[in-house]
Structure formats: structure tokens, C-alpha cells
């Protein structure tokens, strides 16, 4: 069978790993797969994908359908303008987060999620099988360049304008986020500063993925600026990041206890991924929720089958009552509603949280099986209470902290998450954990 999907969509390098006629081929099939109707079709700033964008547009018409052209897009727009105009599916042309040489597609159904791990592979057996032909008559493709007002406009509805205004730093990463992120702030009532909000291929102020690294310098803003906080979006609007009023980049497990407490959910099922901190686990449990994992990049997926109220990863929030999509542009206009009714909310939530966590992305390609077996030695001695194989390897210690070892499905890197209740703690952790990758180095493939 072809493997085309990663996490997120197919993503590539462009002209090498991934290439215009590869990815017509997916949204032909798809097209084909999926039946005549009319279809979404949005990108981001990057060279690549307007014309993989043309490249997609060219394979739903040459199957016979029609085609909404939402241009330059964030991909939760794309999503929205997908379930709102009745779309079959929808085309979020985008690399996300990945560096600036990554071209990309996200693939939407009907409901604006994007497509579940049986239907990846269901169009993974198609593209297998040449029995596609053309349909004889071409689609047609319309421009919808009011898909960005009509969803702001409805985001908005969905939250009062703010009484106490706050003053936040919005750092866009260059991306289409720009176009929308800085308008909802501010038809919330707010004062916005934009940073970073004129989209550019280039990527010139910091890589599209927000980290505590990429972000020093606009941290290094925010005191300067004299906001109360600031957001940080990645290259498609569907991440969210927050920066304290101090310069210090928020933990992503804060932001999502912010958001659990600002959504107000009470009962039923929150979904988070096998690499989300204990904290988030805690805090729903807290509040009545039954905490469900789930592999990363398909949180939405389990959300809709057990009918959730809530999912989320690290940056990334799914508010059902909103959409099945992951939306950071939902989730600041959720979060900044939620601290402009209690500024010090910020600040008691950080205190309370005493896990501690971090990221590593090794860019080391790494045999899984080498690797499970050096780290199930290597961390025996610290006591291992259970193995997890969700998602890569999770090993959880016998003190509640624990480490889980992930090769990236959208670039070649292997990701360590540690988590502890102290720093000495998680120091340890990070420094065994890159010994392990390190030496399970995977000889075949160069970076």
C-alpha cells in the first residue's frame, strides 16, 4: 500500500520528498474517491504551496467538481470555510510548522476535521489502484474571498466584547494568521500589537514553529511593549503559544489548563495526547472529565467517536462546541476572554502547576527497536512502572515522571518529551533521554 499521510496531512520537502505531481495525485484521488461536489481550497505564504494550491485546484476540476478558492488562508479558516460552504472536503495547501524548504497538504471532511487514521488509509489503497480517468467535463473554481470576514465574524459572536480591554502582542510567524488573528483581537475590544504579521515565503524573524527557542526575541519584546501578554501563532494559525508580561515563554500545559477552565466543561470526555503533561491530565480530572490519550495529531479523531467536549496536544486546543479542527485563533480569542475577567489568572494557574516538562527535537533519525531496547535499560535503574506504546515509547517512572521517545511524522527528527516534578528532575531525564537517541542513531538515513 502507498504511504502517503504523515501526523498532519503529507508534507515534504519540496521538489525532493515531495513533489507537484505526488500531490496531484492525492487530490485526485480523493476527488475520485470521494465523489463529485464542490471542495475547499486555501494555502499559506509559502512559494510552494501556491502552486501546489494550482496543483490541487487542477486535479478536482479535471475530476468534475467544483471548487470554493479561498486564497491566502489560515488552515482553521480553511477548515471553517470547508464545513461552512458544504464542502466535500477540504485543502489546507500548507507545511504548518515545518521550515521554510517544506511544502504540505492538510486534508478536511465535510465537518471541518481533519481525516481520520481509516480514511488516510482508505485513499491510501486507492492511489494504489489506476483506474482513475478524466471525467470528460471540467469544474468549476470560484473565488471565496469572504470566507476570512465571515469567519471572523463568527468567532466573534461566540464571545462578549471585553469589558477590561487587554493589551496583547500577536506574533503571526509571518503567516496568512496575521490576516486574521490581529482583527478578532481587536473586534473583541482589545488593543493589538502585531509582530511578525506580514506574510513572507521567507520566514525572516523566526521559524514557523513557535519553541522557547525560536521565540527569545519576541520575548525579549513583550516587557518593552508594556502588554499584559502576548501570543504566538506557527506558520498556519493552528498553534498557540503564550508569552507572560515578564518575557517568559508560558508552558503549554498552562495554556491548555487556561482553556479548559475558560470552555467551563463539567462532564464528559477530554482527549489529550500521549506526549500532553500530567498537568492537563490533573486539571481535567479536576473538573469531572474522564481523560482519555490518544497518538499525536489525531485527538480530534477520538474526540468525535467518543463525542468529547474537549481535546488537545502541546499548543493545540479542539473546542468541539466551535469545530473539529485545531484552532489557535479560537483558542486566543478563548483565553484572552477568559484573563480579561481575571488578569491574575495567568500568574495563580502558573504557580499552581508543579509538573515540569520539555521538548527536545533531536534532529537525529533514530531504528526504534534499537532505541526502545537502550532506553528501557538505560532508565530501569530509576524504576519503571509501565511502558506505553501509543505513540513511539512512553516510559512512566515509578514517581509519576516520565520520558517518550516519538520519530516526527512530518520531517526527520526524533522528539524527547520529559516530564518531572522538579528541574533536577528533568534535567536528568533530558540529558539520559538524548544519550539514548544518540546512540540509536539510525545509519541509513542522513539529515
Known amino acids: 500500500?502507498?504511504?502517503?499521510?504523515?501526523?498532519?496531512?503529507?508534507?515534504?520537502?519540496?521538489?525532493?520528498?515531495?513533489?507537484?505531481?505526488?500531490?496531484?495525485?492525492?487530490?485526485?484521488?480523493?476527488?475520485?474517491a470521494s465523489g463529485r461536489g464542490r471542495y475547499g481550497v486555501g494555502w499559506d505564504g509559502r512559494k510552494t504551496s501556491a502552486l501546489l494550491a494550482k496543483t490541487v485546484l487542477a486535479a478536482i476540476s479535471a475530476a468534475g467538481s467544483d471548487a470554493n478558492v479561498f486564497g491566502l488562508v489560515p488552515t482553521p479558516v480553511l477548515a471553517y470555510g470547508t464545513r461552512s460552504r458544504s464542502c466535500v472536503a477540504g485543502f489546507a495547501v500548507t507545511a504548518s510548522?515545518?521550515?521554510?524548504?517544506?511544502?504540505?497538504?492538510?486534508?478536511?471532511?465535510?465537518?471541518?476535521?481533519?481525516?481520520?487514521?481509516?480514511?488516510?488509509?482508505?485513499?491510501?489503497?486507492?492511489?494504489?489502484?489506476?483506474?482513475?480517468?478524466?471525467?470528460?467535463?471540467?469544474?468549476?473554481?470560484?473565488?471565496?474571498?469572504?470566507?476570512?470576514?465571515?469567519?471572523?465574524?463568527a468567532v466573534t459572536s461566540r464571545y462578549p466584547r471585553v469589558a477590561q480591554p487587554l493589551r496583547i502582542a500577536v506574533d503571526c510567524a509571518s503567516g496568512p494568521g496575521g490576516l486574521v488573528t490581529p482583527l478578532v483581537m481587536k473586534a473583541l475590544g482589545h488593543q493589538v500589537v502585531p509582530v511578525n504579521a506580514q506574510v513572507s515565503w521567507r520566514f525572516p524573524a523566526r521559524p514557523p514553529e513557535p519553541t522557547a527557542t525560536s521565540l527569545v526575541d519576541f520575548a525579549a519584546m513583550v516587557p518593552p511593549l508594556g502588554v499584559d501578554f502576548g501570543f504566538a501563532h506557527d506558520g498556519d494559525a493552528d498553534r498557540l503559544v503564550m508569552v507572560d508580561a515578564m518575557g517568559n515563554v508560558v508552558p503549554d500545559s498552562i495554556l491548555t489548563v487556561?482553556?479548559?477552565?475558560?470552555?467551563?466543561?463539567?462532564?464528559?470526555?477530554?482527549?489529550?495526547?500521549?506526549?500532553?503533561?500530567?498537568?492537563?491530565?490533573?486539571?481535567?480530572?479536576?473538573l469531572g472529565l474522564k481523560v482519555l490519550r490518544s497518538r499525536v495529531g489525531k485527538t480530534f479523531a477520538v474526540l468525535a467517536g467518543e463525542g468529547g467536549v474537549f481535546a488537545a496536544e502541546p499548543s493545540k486546543v479542539v473546542d468541539p462546541k466551535w469545530g473539529l479542527w485545531e484552532d489557535g485563533i479560537n483558542a486566543s480569542a478563548l483565553i484572552a476572554t477568559l484573563l480579561s475577567s481575571d488578569p491574575g489568572l495567568l500568574g495563580s494557574v502558573t504557580r499552581e502547576v508543579k509538573w515540569k516538562y520539555r521538548q527536545m527535537n533531536l534532529r537525529v533519525p533514530v531504528r526504534m527497536d534499537f532505541l526502545a531496547a537502550e532506553a528501557k535499560e538505560a532508565f530501569k535503574r530509576l524504576g519503571i512502572s509501565e511502558e506505553r506504546t501509543?505513540?513511539?515509547?512512553?516510559?512512566?517512572?515509578?514517581?509519576?515522571?516520565?520520558?517518550?521517545?516519538?520519530?516526527?511524522?512530518?520531517?526527520?527528527?526524533?522528539?524527547?518529551?520529559?516530564?518531572s516534578r522538579d528541574v533536577q528532575g528533568l534535567d536528568m531525564l533530558v540529558q539520559l533521554g538524548t544519550q539514548c537517541v544518540q546512540s540509536s542513531r539510525d545509519s541509513r538515513v542522513t539529515v
Open 1 to 32: 500500500m502507498v504511504k502517503a499521510f504523515g501526523t498532519a496531512g503529507v508534507r515534504g520537502v519540496f521538489n525532493s520528498t515531495q513533489t507537484p505531481e505526488q500531490v496531484y495525485r492525492l487530490a485526485e484521488t480523493i476527488a475520485f
Open 97 to 153: 510548522h515545518n521550515p521554510p524548504e517544506f511544502s504540505g497538504v492538510k486534508v478536511f471532511n465535510r465537518d471541518g476535521m481533519e481525516l481520520p487514521k481509516s480514511d488516510e488509509e482508505r485513499i491510501e489503497r486507492a492511489m494504489a489502484v489506476e483506474v482513475m480517468k478524466a471525467r470528460g467535463t471540467f469544474g468549476e473554481l470560484v473565488p471565496d474571498e469572504g470566507v476570512i470576514d465571515d469567519y471572523v465574524g
Open 258 to 286: 487556561l482553556a479548559l477552565r475558560g470552555l467551563g466543561v463539567a462532564d464528559g470526555t477530554a482527549v489529550i495526547s500521549e506526549n500532553s503533561s500530567n498537568a492537563v491530565a490533573d486539571e481535567a480530572e479536576k
Open 390 to 419: 501509543l505513540d513511539g515509547l512512553k516510559l512512566v517512572l515509578e514517581d509519576g515522571s516520565w520520558v517518550m521517545f516519538r520519530p516526527s511524522g512530518t520531517e526527520p527528527i526524533t522528539r524527547l518529551y520529559c516530564e
